[in-house]
């Protein structure tokens, strides 16, 4: 995916820029994967997917299938 935001993570208008992240966290000794999506206007969270392994693909394609 090319990077058209490039980190300018603010918008003037709703829904304008969303941006992700994957962030792991250790629980009970294994891995998770949480990847939010968020609008830059207001930081809203829009989606979000927790996963076992830190793919952004499939956690984008999952929660956004229109975006693939």
Do not use: H
């Not at 009970?28 to 997917?49: A, T």
Request: glycine share 2%; aromatic share 12%; proline share 6%.
């Amino acid at each position: 995916m090319d990077n058209i935001i490039k980190r300018e993570f603010e918008a003037e208008n709703p829904n304008e820029k969303w941006y992700t992240d994957i962030t792991e966290f250790n629980l009970r000794g294994e891995k998770i994967y949480l990847s939010p999506i968020l609008d830059c206007f207001n930081d809203e969270v829009i989606s979000y997917n927790t996963s076992e392994l830190p793919i952004l693909r499939t956690c984008l394609a999952e929660r956004l299938p229109f975006l693939m």
